[in-house]
Nanobody, 124 residues
Framework: VQLQAYGGGLVQAGGSLRLSCVAS????????MAWFRQAPGKDREFVSA????????HYADSVKGRFTISRGDAKNTVYLQMSSLKPEDTAVYYC??????????????????WGQGTQLTVSS
C-alpha cells in the first residue's frame, strides 16, 4: 500500500486549508486512516483518525473544533479540512493507514503504512 499526501502550503493565521491522502497499491479493504504531524524539534503527534466507514472519528484536543477528517466516496482517500489555523499548527503532516481493521487508533504504532508527509506553514 502506498500513501500519497498532498495539499500543504503556506497560509496566514486564521485561514483554511485541506489536506488529502490517497491510498493505492491494492484493492480497497476496511482500513482505518489517520493524520499525524511533526513540528520542528518535536515528536510526531496524533492529529485525527477515521474508521473505514467514516462513522468513527478521533481528534487531538489541540485541533478539536477546527479540523475535520473525512473520507472520499471511494474510501481510499482521506481528507483533513483545517480551519482557524494557528502558527502552532505549522508542521509536516503525515497520513497513515491501518489495514483490515475496525479499530481506530491514536498511536503511531497503530499504523503500519505511512505517506511521505506534506508541509503546512502558518504565518502569524
Amino acid at each position: 500500500v502506498q500513501l500519497q499526501a498532498y495539499g500543504g502550503g503556506l497560509v496566514q493565521a486564521g485561514g483554511s486549508l485541506r489536506l488529502s491522502c490517497v491510498a493505492s497499491g491494492r484493492s480497497y479493504t476496511r482500513d482505518s486512516m489517520a493524520w499525524f504531524r511533526q513540528a520542528p524539534g518535536k515528536d510526531r503527534e496524533f492529529v485525527s483518525a477515521i474508521s473505514w466507514s467514516g462513522s468513527t472519528t478521533h481528534y487531538a484536543d489541540s485541533v478539536k473544533g477546527r479540523f475535520t477528517i473525512s473520507r472520499g466516496d471511494a474510501k481510499n482517500t482521506v481528507y483533513l479540512q483545517m480551519s482557524s489555523l494557528k502558527p502552532e499548527d505549522t508542521a509536516v503532516y503525515y497520513c497513515a493507514a491501518d489495514l483490515d481493521t475496525s479499530y481506530v487508533g491514536k498511536m503511531e504504532f497503530d499504523y503500519g503504512y505511512w505517506g511521505q508527509g506534506t508541509q503546512l506553514t502558518v504565518s502569524s
